[in-house]
């Protein structure tokens, strides 16, 4: 009897341990991972998040705004846009990974309206922000269909993931401030 308590106890730290240092592992029931986001870049993107929001509103509605403005409404559901610790699970990775092939296609399809002339200068922007997107798509695909990523690895791929996503809203910015500016001009 005193073996099979020694072997149960013994069980159920393995398995405690193991859900611990493999948050999305097979083993782990929660599957979620707690993620603790930089609060000085954070709010240095947050800011810059906010104006371009702003800059948007007080344009004219068209295709490129309508997608611009899609895109900033799905990553305010994201994880991206709050400070502090929070839980990431995997539902919140095939989420954002949803939103990703989304936008990706979204951004793809401008260069099919004829409506929407883009310049040299901002078709270089939407290519970048494609290219980002679906580099994040890869990230996103390669942490939800890996089991055995330790704490660390996957802390590193949340982190890289983030500050991709912060560089394609940032681009998504800049291209949509170039193509105004190109329209008025």
Same mark, same amino acid.
Not at 33 to 42: A, E, L
Not at 110 to 118: E, S
């Given at each position: 009897?005193?073996?099979?308590?020694?072997?149960?106890?013994?069980?159920?730290?393995?398995?405690?341990?193991?859900?611990?240092?493999?948050?999305?592992?097979?083993?782990?029931?929660?599957?979620?991972?707690?993620?603790?986001?930089?609060?000085?870049?954070?709010?240095?993107?947050?800011?810059?998040?906010?104006?371009?929001?702003?800059?948007?509103?007080?344009?004219?509605?068209?295709?490129?705004?309508?997608?611009?403005?899609?895109?900033?409404?799905?990553?305010?559901?994201?994880?991206?846009?709050?400070?502090? =610790?929070?839980?990431? !699970?995997?539902?919140?990775?095939?989420?954002?990974?949803?939103? @990703? $092939? &989304? %936008?990706?296609?979204? #951004?793809?399809?401008?260069?099919?309206?004829?409506?929407?002339?883009?310049?040299?200068?901002?078709?270089?922007?939407?290519?970048?922000?494609?290219?980002?997107?679906?580099?994040?798509?890869?990230?996103?695909?390669?942490?939800?269909?890996?089991?055995?990523?330790?704490?660390? =690895?996957?802390?590193? !791929?949340?982190?890289?993931?983030?500050?991709?996503?912060?560089? @394609? $809203? &940032? %681009?998504?910015?800049? #291209?949509?401030?170039?193509?105004?500016?190109?329209?008025?001009?």
């Amino acid at each position: 009897m005193k073996r099979v308590v020694v072997a149960f106890i013994f069980i159920v730290l393995v398995y405690f341990a193991g859900s611990w240092l493999y948050p999305y592992s097979i083993i782990s029931l929660n599957k979620s991972y707690s993620y603790n986001q930089d609060n000085v870049s954070g709010k240095q993107f947050l800011e810059k998040y906010k104006e371009a929001k702003r800059f948007l509103a007080n344009q004219e509605k068209d295709v490129v705004s309508t997608r611009v403005l899609y895109f900033y409404e799905d990553i305010d559901q994201t994880y991206i846009v709050h400070l502090g =610790e929070q839980s990431i !699970s995997k539902d919140d990775l095939q989420s954002l990974q949803s939103i @990703v $092939t &989304e %936008h990706k296609q979204n #951004f793809l399809q401008l260069f099919t309206f004829t409506d929407v002339q883009l310049s040299e200068h901002t078709s270089y922007y939407v290519i970048n922000i494609i290219n980002k997107l679906d580099e994040i798509n890869s990230q996103l695909h390669d942490l939800e269909h890996s089991n055995f990523y330790t704490r660390q =690895e996957i802390r590193r !791929s949340v982190r890289n993931i983030l500050v991709n996503m912060i560089f @394609v $809203t &940032e %681009h998504v910015d800049v #291209f949509y401030q170039s193509y105004v500016n190109e329209k008025v001009d």
